[in-house]
């Protein structure tokens, strides 16, 4: 029998849950089942339990590295009211609706997230809770509402954020679905200042 360092099994790990990611979120959970979850990782069904106490544990896992990785990119962005509106135009973007695999498990996932087991739920409201700080954070200052309030005002901007990429996601027609993404940017906007 191979015995792989810790290191190794980090990295398949990391492999599962970053193309486990893509797969959940182009497919939905429901969708995706273990062996095929495993299959674009490179590998076999039964190495899957070495990683994972269920599937409910690895999309727990799932959930929230999507959600750290979309509040790293903030990082990337300029602070205040401009950063905001760079988040708000960047997530109600044309290529972030035609990227479901690459883009915001809440616009792809959010549904069946409100349907997932205890585990799942909590991965998504601590990411969640993070994401409407970090933005609540930029605006800090700069707003006439503060604490709680801001951080309500934020969460709602950000309901209308995941809302809004979900309809123009289900539009056959890709004018109105652009105009629905238009109209959602300055709607967030509006929220937020």
């Given at each position: 029998?191979?015995?792989?360092?810790?290191?190794?099994?980090?990295?398949?790990?990391?492999?599962?849950?970053?193309?486990?990611?893509?797969?959940?979120?182009?497919?939905?959970?429901?969708?995706?089942?273990?062996?095929?979850?495993?299959?674009?990782?490179?590998?076999?069904?039964?190495?899957?339990?070495?990683?994972?106490?269920?599937?409910?544990?690895?999309?727990?896992?799932?959930?929230?590295?999507?959600?750290?990785?979309?509040?790293?990119?903030?990082?990337?962005?300029?602070?205040?009211?401009?950063?905001?509106?760079?988040?708000?135009?960047?997530?109600?973007?044309?290529?972030?609706?035609?990227?479901?695999?690459?883009?915001?498990?809440?616009?792809?996932?959010?549904?069946?997230?409100?349907?997932?087991?205890?585990?799942?739920?909590?991965?998504?409201?601590?990411?969640?809770?993070?994401?409407?700080?970090?933005?609540?954070?930029?605006?800090?200052?700069?707003?006439e509402l503060h604490g709680e309030s801001?951080?309500?005002?934020?969460?709602?901007?950000?309901a209308l954020m995941i809302g809004t990429?979900?309809?123009?996601?289900?539009?056959?027609?890709?004018?109105?679905?652009?105009?629905?993404?238009?109209?959602?940017?300055?709607?967030?906007?509006?929220?937020?200042?």
């Amino acid at each position: 029998m191979v015995r792989y360092s810790e290191g190794h099994k980090a990295e398949t790990r990391r492999r599962i849950v970053e193309s486990a990611g893509r797969r959940l979120k182009s497919d939905g959970i429901d969708g995706s089942g273990v062996a095929v979850l495993m299959k674009d990782a490179g590998l076999t069904n039964g190495a899957f339990y070495a990683h994972f106490a269920s599937k409910e544990a690895l999309v727990a896992e799932v959930i929230g590295s999507e959600l750290r990785t979309q509040l790293a990119a903030y990082d990337q962005i300029p602070p205040g009211r401009p950063g905001i509106e760079v988040m708000v135009r960047r997530y109600l973007s044309v290529e972030h609706r035609d990227a479901v695999d690459l883009g915001c498990p809440s616009a792809a996932l959010i549904d069946e997230i409100v349907r997932g087991g205890p585990a799942v739920r909590v991965a998504y409201d601590d990411g969640l809770t993070a994401l409407v700080e970090a933005m609540a954070s930029r605006l800090e200052g700069e707003s006439e509402l503060h604490g709680e309030s801001l951080r309500l005002q934020v969460m709602s901007a950000y309901a209308l954020m995941i809302g809004t990429m979900q309809m123009a996601r289900s539009l056959v027609d890709d004018t109105r679905s652009r105009e629905v993404l238009a109209r959602g940017i300055d709607n967030v906007l509006a929220l937020l200042t």
